[in-house]
């Protein structure tokens, strides 16, 4: 029996043999798959220009920039996997987020983005709420989280940002232990705040978080006073970008800040 080089499949004769062309092959086998993409990521399938997922895996984090590449789980189908590239704050494992905009493709049976924009987003059913708090909230276990969701229910990361005290009705959170628990969730909220601030006036997110971290909570008010001081301070960040940014800020062309 012989075997045809130029296939993948041979068919045997009682007198011979004949080879299946893998081009043939190829060309059916490729028109099946494709049509079973298609269902997977068909059009009103995954909404790609806002996609909300749980983080699966986190294949790479820079702390420096927030340059991130991760495995999720799209919330609509959590079965599927998507690669996500783009700039992040400390992701965790099972964090819930939302991918906005950016360029999509596809790597074999997986997705890829780069994102736009990815952001944290806030468990919206019970369950997820309790999980998220007993996982993420340091000092708050399972117990605990139930008795913080029974109480305020998945309203309860809106009580965080802007009514914490509410939870010291919480039995066993007092206060010095609700500071400890809350406040990395509140960095991250301000991360957040003043990255979507700056995107809005042209300034790259991976840009933002570094002005975050160089500054913290107070960057905002300190770089409208005189947005001059990132081209000395973040690396990167040129003059000229720095004088667009003043533009917006309403700082006027003959400002003294402009002097260097």
């Known amino acids: 029996m012989f075997l045809c080089r130029r296939s993948l499949l041979f068919h045997v004769r009682p007198f011979g043999f004949r080879c299946l062309q893998s081009n043939r092959f190829s060309e059916s086998f490729g028109a099946r798959w494709r049509n079973q993409k298609k269902d997977v990521w068909a059009d009103g399938d995954i909404d790609l220009s806002s996609m909300k997922a749980v983080i699966n895996k986190v294949i790479y ?44 493709k596809e790597r074999g049976e997986d997705l890829q983005i780069n994102a736009t924009k990815i952001i944290p987003a806030n468990p ?10 007993s996982k993420f909230f340091k000092g708050i276990g399972k117990k605990r989280a139930k008795a913080i969701v029974d109480m305020f229910g998945v309203k309860v990361f809106d009580i965080i940002e802007n009514n914490p005290t509410a939870l010291l009705k919480v039995p066993g959170l007092g206060s010095k232990k609700l500071e400890a628990v809350i406040q990395p969730y509140l960095e991250k909220v301000s991360a957040r705040e003043l990255v979507e601030f700056f995107g809005t006036h042209g300034v790259t997110s991976d840009h933002g978080l570094m002005i975050w971290r160089k500054f913290g909570e107070n960057a905002i008010n300190m770089i409208k006073e005189d947005p001059y001081i990132l081209s000395a301070e973040i690396r990167g960040f040129t003059f000229r970008e720095g004088d667009t940014l003043a533009q917006k800020l309403g700082i006027t062309p003959t400002s003294p800040k402009r002097i260097v």
């Open 61 to 104: 984090h820079n702390e420096n920039n927030g340059y991130t590449v991760m495995s999720v789980a799209p919330k609509e189908h959590p079965t599927k996997e998507v690669t996500v590239i783009g700039t992040f704050v400390s992701p965790g494992l099972g964090e819930h987020i939302e991918v906005q905009g950016g360029t999509w």
């Open 124 to 133: 919206t059913t019970m369950s997820e709420t309790e999980l998220y708090l």
